[in-house]
């Protein structure tokens, strides 16, 4: 039986943050390849870039996450550990980015009520 649960890290610090997904995304991409690339196995970025120097607590910014489908959780448990990665619902697909994985991934993402 194979959970349909999601998982996301939050990434904080626009630099760090940038370097952060660039590195996770790699590795990601290095794991899912070396495993046969298993279907449904995608990592999506979903928020805001933080475009200011400085980000004060009380200025509503929010902060970008990475989500770890389902499918990937079985191939890189390490990874979502590492990222102190929570369940979570799947991103929203009007904000998300896919950063690893096949144009099918989008439909994994619930699609607007319209």
Excluded at 67 to 87: M, N, Q, R, T
Excluded at 92 to 108: M, P
Aim: proline residues 7%; charged residues 20%.
């Amino acid at each position: 039986m194979n959970s349909r649960l999601w998982y996301r890290a939050v990434l904080s610090g626009a630099l760090g943050a940038d370097r952060a997904v660039l590195m996770l995304a790699e590795h990601f991409a290095d794991v899912l390849r070396a495993g046969g690339w298993p279907d449904g196995a995608c990592l999506f970025l979903s928020g805001a870039r933080m475009a200011r120097k400085e980000s004060r607590k009380d200025d509503g910014a929010i902060s970008e996450a990475v989500f770890f489908s389902p499918d990937a959780i079985a191939v890189v448990p390490h990874l979502i550990a590492v990222c102190g990665a929570e369940p979570s619902p799947p991103p929203a697909r009007a904000g998300a980015t896919l950063l690893v994985g096949k144009q099918s991934d989008w439909n994994l993402l619930p699609h607007g009520l319209h």
